[in-house]
């Protein structure tokens, strides 16, 4: 095992303006009332997607003056540095270590646009050496928590002492398409939030009790889904593509990709103690679980974190992650693994053993 890249330490942040599903819902209400031939419809969508609330870059009245793309992305790149620097620190004092030891650190997003980009801003304003070797990665949406571990792996797993940081920042809310009433874009009001995530790997010399190794990942592509999950850019900024499809895709691939990747690693489904999905929505999630056939209360921290937060996109899994760390519940030698989809169409699967 000591030959495989560790996790040492995660942590999550999140804004400190929440607002509940039912304020939301009243906002869209509002919003729509003259362009949405259905309310009806529109407050179904919100409730179906079982969300209680989200947290806000900014507070909920803010968000009316923001008219263009400019002004939307310049305070993506405010909140999104307050934010991830949040994180990161909280990730480093749970991996016990100073900000000048971080050797590497992989940032991403799909909800704002910057250069010099958020990672670079948080250099200085963080304390990290003048010398830390950047990634940022842009575009991979909800499938970037998995990817982006799994290239944190890649990045260590040749320095035995290194260090690398995971950051995501996602803030859907300022994404918004005010204009756009389709049902596309209901649905995404109802489902997305804002929020950041940090995890902390470690080279095949780190480790850390109770934290697990990276036995190994797997990406996976999808020939013909580009127009499955994404954006089209528009002059008022992302527009969502999020088709109807995605819970088929989820249900025609992921057992086989799972099972063949379990497999050369001499693993079965039913040797993994702990599945760790991104928080999709519910579609996706039952999906999973009926694909997989997992047992009743498998991915209950997914189901919990949607409630809670939303889907946080790159973000969502490494809060699913972070919280079964918290729990204490892994024992030496459980089996994980985590995987998350996103646009492409993609899967990404990370193995993790204790």
């Known amino acids: ?55 806000l870059a900014l507070p909920i009245e803010q ?81 970037a928590g998995a990817a982006g571990l799994a290239r944190c792996a890649d990045l260590v797993r040749g320095f035995e002492n290194g260090t690398c940081a995971l950051l995501s920042v996602e803030l859907c809310s300022l994404t918004l398409q005010r204009e756009d009433v389709s049902v596309a874009n209901i649905i995404a009001s109802g489902l997305f939030g804002d929020g950041a995530a940090c995890v902390i790997v470690g080279g095949p010399k780190r480790s850390r009790p109770g934290f697990p190794r990276i036995v190994a990942t797997r990406s996976v592509f999808y020939p013909g889904t580009e127009r499955v999950m994404g954006w089209d850019v528009v002059d008022s900024g992302f527009k969502v593509v999020l088709s109807a499809a995605v819970p088929a895709v989820v249900r025609e691939h992921i057992a086989g990709d799972v099972d063949a990747f379990l497999g050369d690693h001499g693993l079965r489904r039913a040797d993994v103690k702990h599945f760790i999905a991104h928080t999709g929505g519910p579609k996706v999630l039952e999906a999973f679980e009926e694909s997989l056939q997992l047992p009743a209360g498998a991915l209950r921290r997914s189901w919990e974190s949607l409630r809670r937060v939303g889907n946080l996109s790159s973000a969502s899994v490494l809060f699913v992650l972070d919280e079964l760390l918290r729990s204490g519940e892994p024992r030496e030698g459980d089996v994980g693994l ?11 699967l990370v193995l993790l053993r204790w």
């Open 63 to 143: 968000y009316e003056g923001l008219e263009s793309f400019a002004a939307r992305n310049a305070v993506w790149i405010t909140a999104a540095v307050d934010i991830g620097e949040s994180a990161l620190r909280a990730a480093l004092d749970a991996a016990g270590l100073r900000a000048d030891e971080l050797d590497q650190i992989a940032f991403v997003t799909v909800t704002g646009i910057a250069t010099p980009s958020v990672d670079a801003r948080l250099v200085e304003r963080a304390g990290l050496r003048r010398d830390v070797k950047r990634v940022p990665i842009f575009g991979l949406g909800c499938v």
């Open 338 to 348: 985590l995987l998350a989809m996103g646009p492409g169409f993609c899967s990404e």
């Open 1 to 55: 095992m000591a030959s495989f890249p560790a996790l040492l330490g995660t942590a999550r942040a999140l804004p400190r303006h929440f607002v509940d599903q039912e304020t939301l819902l009243a906002a869209f209400r509002k919003l729509w009332a003259n362009e949405h031939f259905n309310l009806e419809r529109l407050e179904q969508l919100h409730r179906s997607v079982r969300v209680g609330g989200r947290h």
